[in-house]
């Protein structure tokens, strides 16, 4: 079955510091993966894609990285801010769908 | 309008009532898509729309849900005899076109609450 697990469930850490949240999937044959931000209320709003031949993006403070061998992505925020605070969801597609399959997010929270 | 959108943007009802969701894409986006998103989860595809019609429903959980986009842009999402499990975030996101490197973009959702 074709799932995606993120960890940690939630984290809250300091205004200014570093963090990274993970993704593991099954996913097969493997698209793409895609981070987004959701925050508290809204939609979700698209960070970075990676495709199979891609090991790392980035969008401003946020970089992903993809191991395309150990099915593994990670989403790393530098010099974190209050406004970063959001759920954090990975996002397979399988190759030849346009289906997404959502992981169950990471909740930041960023305290000043 | 510059992205999606939906309204209500909270819905309360009676168990057993029908409801109307509405989602307006972005102009010139050819897929919709509707998802729910029970609190602490993440999306949940319900159906797909290429143009006006319903390329994939299999997400939808029973025959109680229904959704139309008539002329291939403005979507319907109708629920009949809302249960109080209905209670949820429905999203709708839309993109370009068709392909697994198309980004969706999503809509704020509508709240529903089943009392």
């Known amino acids: 079955k074709n799932q995606v697990e993120q960890s940690p469930q939630s984290l809250i850490i300091l205004e200014g510091k570093n963090c990274t949240l993970q993704?593991?999937?099954?996913?097969?044959?493997?698209?793409?993966l895609r981070w987004y931000k959701q925050d508290t209320g809204r939609g979700p709003v698209s960070l970075t894609i990676?495709?199979?031949?891609?090991n790392t993006k980035s969008n401003g403070r946020y970089t992903a990285t993809l191991d395309a061998d150990t099915k593994q992505s990670s989403l790393h925020i530098t010099a974190s801010q209050l406004s970063d605070s959001a759920s954090y969801i990975c996002v397979v597609t399988a190759s030849g769908t346009y289906k997404y399959i959502f992981g169950t997010g990471t909740r930041l929270k960023v305290l000043a | 309008g510059a992205g999606v959108s939906q309204t209500p943007s909270n819905k309360v009802t009676e168990k057993g009532k029908y409801v109307e969701l509405r989602c307006d894409p972005i102009s010139g986006h050819t897929a919709l898509y509707w998802y729910r998103q029970s609190l602490g989860q993440g999306p949940e595809f319900l159906i797909y729309?290429?143009?006006?019609?319903?390329?994939?429903d299999s997400g939808l959980p029973n025959d109680r849900f229904f959704a139309v986009r008539p002329e291939g842009s403005v979507s319907t999402l109708k629920i009949q005899r809302t249960e109080r499990g209905d209670s949820a975030v429905y999203l709708c996101a839309s993109s370009l076109r068709t392909g697994t490197t198309d980004t969706q973009y999503f809509g704020p959702g509508t709240r529903l609450t089943v009392l």
């Open positions: 729309f290429q143009g006006t019609g319903a390329a994939d």
């Open positions: 990676m495709t199979f031949s891609e």
């Open positions: 993704c593991n999937y099954t996913v097969s044959p493997f698209s793409n």
